[in-house]
């Protein structure tokens, strides 16, 4: 009678025992997918950020450039800057978000088969395993498109940094624009006081020799 209560408890144990360490597994594969649909969404959010603010920047330098009479491109060349700079921060994020979801995805699906792999059953183990292969091949193609996708924004960043500086290029000419007039206008001034100091200096000789 003892021999069979003690029998019952340890098979009691290993039941919970193995109940235990499914929870576990569960619990884990259910963090893991938390932790990737949490990663797509940052990703996704600062997507949105990113493009408003680009999209914003590009369009307010051209309304600037193209709709006023005399744009003052210094303070364009400023205002780009600091638009492409916030641009360029939310790439950076944009892209350590992509990063991170790659490596979310990676750490699911490890766990999702360890999951399927712990199926008693060949056939339905088997039959997991093949569904988990399919997801990760359909998510696989979906990530290398995003990914060509976050590596295109880097030439737009590089061609709007190029457009700075042909602003900022612009800008320097302008002033030295500025500058000639202002020469100009020195010079015309000069040679008005040359001539004064020309006359007086006649007149200073005809004191003398007169």
């Not at 006023?68 to 360029?88: C, F, H, L, R, Y």
């Not at 500058?179 to 006649?202: G, H, M, P, R, Y």
Request: charge should be negative.
């Amino acid at each position: 009678m003892r021999i069979k209560k003690i029998n019952y408890l340890f098979s009691l144990l290993l039941i919970l025992g193995l109940w235990s360490c499914q929870s576990k597994v569960t619990n884990t594969a259910l963090k893991k997918g938390d932790k990737l649909k949490s990663a797509i969404n940052d990703f996704e959010d600062n997507r949105v950020k990113l493009s408003s603010s680009m999209i914003a920047g590009i369009e307010e330098a051209q309304k600037s450039l193209t709709t006023e009479e005399d744009p003052n491109v210094p303070e364009i060349a400023k205002d780009w800057e600091k638009e492409w700079g916030d641009v360029q921060s939310r790439y950076n994020k944009l892209k350590s978000d992509f990063e991170n979801v790659g490596k979310r995805s990676d750490q699911y699906f490890q766990q999702l088969d360890e999951l399927s792999g712990s199926i008693n059953n060949e056939q339905l183990r088997n039959d997991e395993l093949q569904k988990n292969e399919d997801l990760k091949k359909r998510w696989q193609v979906t990530y290398d498109k995003a990914k060509v996708s976050v590596d295109k924004i880097t030439e737009v960043l590089n061609s709007g940094n190029d457009f700075h500086m042909v602003l900022v290029a612009s800008s320097i000419r302008l002033k030295i624009e500025q500058n000639v007039a202002e020469l100009n206008n020195i010079s015309e001034q000069a040679k008005l006081l040359l001539k004064d100091l020309e006359a007086f200096t006649e007149a200073g000789r005809e004191l003398v020799e007169g």
